[in-house]
Each structure stands twice: as C-alpha cells, then as structure tokens.
C-alpha cells in the first residue's frame, strides 16, 4: 500500500503545485472545466501482487481561482481490498482538504507559504526547478499537450491542465487518464460543496496534542 500511495504523489505532482503556488497569473488558460480520470496501477512488489482501480474528477471556473479535485480507488494486495476517498477544494489561495478519517477539514492559506510564491511562479518553473524536461508533444482526447518527464513520471498537460500522467516506481506502473473533458463548461457553485465536517487550521492540526511534534 505504501508503494501506491508514493506513485500517487509522484503522479500527482502536478496537482499538488497547483494547489500550493500563489501567481498573480492564470492558474489554467481555461476558463472553466469538468476533467473525469480512469486511475489504474498494476505491478509487483517483492513477490506480492499489487492493483489499483479507481476514478477521480478536476472541476475548476475562474482560470482556476476556484477548483475542486476529488477522487476514490480499490486497492488489492494480497486478496485485500482497501477503498481510499480523497476530497480537495481550491479556493483563491485557500485550501481545503477534507480527511473522511478523522471526519474534519483542514484549511490552509497557500498565500502564506511565501518560500514556495518566491520560487515558483508557474508550473513551467516548478518543473524546471525539479530537472523536469519538455520531452515532446503528444494529444490526449484530441487535446495537445506538453510531455514532461521528472523523476519516474511523466505529465501530459494542457494549457496548464493535467490530462494525463504516468509514474513507474518500484514495479509497479500507476496510470491516470482523462477519458472525458468539458472546456468552458458553464460550471454551477453547488460542485464545490464540501461535507459538512468541523474546519481545523493547519496551524491547529500541528499544534493538536495528537501530533508528535505538536507544542513545539
């Protein structure tokens, strides 16, 4: 399981410096969008049988200002099923993400992480930075996207968009691909609704009690 959750964040890259970077720019060239993914990883690990299933969706208005991402997968490791749902909203430099364990939100200021706006003011320098190369030019559903390649992982994007992308970590071979795209889609508020659960600081998260490093 470990090994998935390690391709998911390399393959995710691209969603989480969405998330954190703070430009005066356009996050997306798109106005608005509804972007659905087939997640599949398949492979081995030390002699065990790994597989993943899964769906998830990007819905985003305002060049991005206001974005959701949510998404759920089956893992399967030894005839074990484990079922991960995972919820973020993105809203003019702050961010949401719901933890459907401890049924709470934790809400976090992007605008605050001044380290991060200083270095990386596009998705083009956070690639860069990372020693990630523009490797050609590929379409995905008919779209034209940028190929870029770091680490184990490849991303397919568009106009800013991630459609497509690949990591390869450990034998095991992870794919999320758009299978349905909307531009420009008239997008209403009610899409970023998030669950009714208590919303936490991260500020308070680290501080809790319950965190090792909490107090400090």
């Known amino acids: 399981m470990k090994t998935l959750k390690i391709i998911a964040t390399i393959t ?106 200083d270095e990386y003011k596009d998705i083009k320098s956070f690639l860069q930075s990372n020693k990630a190369k523009k490797i050609g030019k590929e379409k995905v559903l008919g779209y034209m996207c940028d190929i870029w390649q770091f680490d184990q992982a490849k991303v397919w994007i568009y106009k800013g968009i991630p459609l497509k992308s690949e990591a390869d970590v450990m034998g095991v071979k992870r794919v999320e691909m758009a299978k349905k795209v909307q531009f420009n889609a008239n997008i209403s508020n009610s899409e970023f609704k998030l669950p009714n659960f208590p919303i936490k600081s991260y500020q308070e998260m680290m501080n809790s009690p319950d965190n090792p490093k909490g107090g400090q």
């Open 12 to 117: 995710l890259l691209f969603f989480v410096f969405t998330f954190q970077v703070y430009a005066k720019e356009k996050r997306y060239e798109v106005k608005s969008g509804i972007v659905e993914y087939a997640i599949t990883a398949t492979g081995n690990v030390y002699g065990v049988q790994i597989k993943e299933e899964g769906a998830s969706t990007l819905i985003f208005k305002d060049f991005g200002d206001l974005e959701l991402q949510k998404s759920e997968t089956v893992s399967t490791t030894m005839g074990r099923q484990t079922v991960t749902k995972e919820l973020s909203k993105y809203d003019n430099g702050i961010i949401y993400t719901v933890d459907f364990e401890e049924n709470i939100i934790i809400k976090t200021n992007v605008n605050e992480m001044q380290k991060m706006n």
